[in-house]
Nanobody, 123 residues
């Protein structure tokens, strides 16, 4: 079955960096759009970053533009989210997801989800 497993979350201070990883199995990784989402308490799940199948295009949520970078390696079935200059408002559970439409990145349009990794940024 399809599995997406996130890792790399933790507790950091404002201004620090973290790199999240997502390892995929059970799917043809290279044909899927990969994306990172986050959800904090009381808020809806939001798209943080997405990357096209070959990695040539990427999209970012307005809150993270210029600070976060998404990348992928199709030979390793992995996608990463490099998060720099973290802020307390970045505190959330971060989820890796796979989907089929780069122009349709609402959470309900994604096909597969990981269980998430927690990121806490203290001020």
């Amino acid at each position: 079955q399809v599995q997406l497993v996130e890792s790399g979350g933790g507790v950091v201070q404002a201004g620090d960096s973290l790199r999240l990883s997502c390892t995929a199995s059970g799917l043809t990784f290279g044909i899927y759009i990969m994306a990172w989402y986050r959800q904090s308490t009381g808020k809806e799940r939001e798209m943080v970053a997405a990357i096209s199948t070959l990695g040539s295009n990427s999209k970012y949520g307005d809150a993270v533009k210029g600070r976060f970078t998404i990348s992928r390696d199709n030979s390793k079935n992995m996608v990463w989210l490099q998060m720099n200059n973290l802020k307390p408002e970045d505190t959330a559970d971060y989820y890796c997801a796979a989907g089929g439409h780069f122009g349709r990145l609402a959470p309900q349009n994604m096909d597969y989800w990981g269980k998430g990794t927690q990121v806490t940024v203290s001020s």
